[in-house]
């Protein structure tokens, strides 16, 4: 497939669509008006997208088609593959309105199965591209993205993706942007669940829990939950951050590839049923940290 030479056209900030404003999203796109690209976003409720406008350079279409037509690049940040095809196909959907040359970049954290569907479906060169970094991440322009797809596309879009992301990696042909989030979610359930018990026991044998924290996270024990997370955790405050029912859908997702590809997910399947039980305490919208909830109550 032709990839339209961009390097040129990136010099001189043409034209991006971001369809999904969500909590992700909305600051992303910002970043690429701030940037200078020509941005044109697109939002399932309008309202969302009028704000957008409000707070930033750009416009707004009102269909994904209306906002993809004549975009050099079209990123996607929603909620699932359902999600992902209802803004990608039919006569208002994104690819009707792409131009020959364009790119479009995929954010959603979906299956690899749906990323390869739509790459084999669309006439424009297309890279799956999750992110982690969380709603912050977002906001500071500091997310590291995961891509899976032909090196010339990726090539085009790095020079724009980093925009609002510290480290943009890829990883292989269509899909494994995705494989890797998989990796990266499996990782992080079993740490969270690990700090949860450990900040548990701390507090059950009488210790100073903001102490051991500061001590226990200069060592090996030390990761990226443990600094942004443990304090909250102690203090009990769930109430931002990323979403339980966002990670029990991801762990969902690992654990379907897991049963294509024979990969063992004890742990991961553990924490999965943990979270569904946080979900069933009320907690669908805290942090993914709440697990210690579970310990606690």
């Known amino acids: 497939m032709q990839i339209e030479n961009l390097t040129e056209k990136h010099m001189n900030k043409q034209k991006v669509a971001f369809i999904g404003l969500g909590v992700m999203g909305y600051p992303m796109a910002g970043h690429l008006s701030k940037a200078g690209y020509q941005t044109r976003v697109y939002n399932r409720t309008t309202a969302k997208a009028e704000q957008w406008c409000r707070d930033y350079k750009g416009d707004y279409g009102k269909t994904p088609r209306e906002a993809a037509e004549g975009a050099d690049f079209v990123f996607i940040c929603v909620g699932n593959d359902d999600d992902l095809r209802s803004v990608v196909y039919g006569d208002d959907g994104i690819l009707a309105g792409m131009k020959d040359g364009a790119i479009l970049v995929d954010h959603t954290t979906a299956s690899a199965n749906v990323a390869r569907e739509i790459a084999d479906k669309a006439k424009v060169s ?18 590291t993205v995961m891509v899976g797809g ?3 596309a990726f090539d ?16 292989g042909p269509t899909g ?7 990796v990266n979610q499996i990782c992080i359930a079993g740490l969270v669940q690990g700090l949860s018990e450990g900040l548990n026991f701390a507090q059950r044998s009488g210790l100073d829990g903001a102490k051991v924290v500061e001590v226990i996270s200069k060592g090996a024990a030390g990761s990226w939950q443990m600094e942004n997370r443990g304090l909250t955790m102690l203090k009990d405050e769930f109430e931002f951050g990323f979403a339980v029912d966002w990670m ?4 969902g997702i690992c654990l379907e590839e897991s049963r294509i590809n024979g990969a063992a997910l004890p742990i991961t399947s553990i924490v999965n049923d943990y979270y569904g039980e946080i979900q069933e305490m009320g907690g ?14």
């Open 126 to 143: 297309c890279l799956d591209a999750p992110v982690s970094g969380g709603q912050a991440g977002a906001e500071n322009g500091a997310l």
């Open 150 to 152: 032909e090196q010339a």
């Open 156 to 171: 085009a879009a790095k020079p724009v993706i980093i925009s609002y992301a510290r480290a943009v990696e890829l990883l």
């Open 176 to 182: 494994a942007g995705q494989l890797t989030k998989m």
């Open 248 to 251: 029990r859908k991801d762990l």
């Open 284 to 297: 669908r919208r805290w942090d993914t940290s709440s697990l210690i909830r579970r310990l606690t109550r």
